[in-house]
């Protein structure tokens, strides 16, 4: 167990559904980042945010938003799911930026 | 966008023998992690080493970091099984606030 919980582990649904994933960082890091990894692109960073406020953006599409709450938990949203969502999403976390990330288990979301 | 490209993309190698995977990336970075995953599983933080080291080691593992030529290496001495596993490279760029950029990985099968 790393410390990083993610909820649900799998997730099958439907095109044009919405899915919420869950992310519990480890205690005492403020840092949460959310990962998209698929078989194309590789591990492709999504967002982050750091104590509540989001500090970075990557390949994150509009369909896509997440917020991180006051106990540091946070959730990604996905809607609009297109077949090619399909991938394994990863949130990680970590002490301070630069550190290294320990990640979750993941969230594999299978869309059909 | 991938900065880290790592070299081999896949190796396999019998018990005992040692594995050495390369990567390669583009821009100033601030420091060059390496991480394992295991099929499916989350990724595993392996060791850090900063742009101005050159050479780091932790157990059976040994990274070396060349940043006149934008490269890095990984060594895993006296493979196991256990080892089996895909290797990743990621990077942190020199500038502002800023995250992990992951290569696409080294897969590695060691044989009993």
């Known amino acids: ?112 | 966008s991938q900065q880290g490209e790592e070299d081999p993309q896949a190796l396999s190698i019998q018990e005992g023998e040692n594995a050495t995977m390369n990567c390669s990336y583009k821009t100033s970075i601030n420091n060059l992690q390496w991480y394992r995953q295991n099929s499916g599983r989350g990724l595993v933080h392996l060791i850090l080493i900063r742009s101005n080291e050159r050479e780091k080691h932790s157990g059976r593992l040994r990274v070396t970091l060349d940043t006149s030529k934008k490269s890095s290496s990984l060594l895993i001495t006296a493979s196991r099984a256990a080892d089996t596993a895909s290797y990743f490279c990621a990077t942190l760029p020199n500038s502002g606030y800023s995250t992990l950029t992951f290569g696409k990985g080294t897969m590695l099968l060691v044989s009993p």
Do not use: M
């Open chain 1, 1 to 112: 167990d790393s410390g990083v919980t993610q909820t649900p582990k799998h997730l099958i649904t439907a095109t044009g559904q919405r899915v919420t994933l869950r992310c519990s960082p480890r205690s005492g890091d403020l840092s949460v980042y959310w990962y998209q990894q698929s078989l194309d692109q590789g591990l492709q960073f999504l967002i982050q945010y750091y104590n509540g406020e989001e500090r970075a953006k990557g390949n994150i599409l509009e369909r896509f938003s997440a917020q991180q709450f006051p106990d540091l938990h946070s959730e990604l949203n996905l809607s609009s799911l297109e077949l090619g969502d399909s991938a394994l999403y990863f949130c990680a976390s970590s002490v301070l930026e630069g550190h290294g990330y320990t990640f979750g288990s993941g969230t594999r979301l299978t869309v059909v």
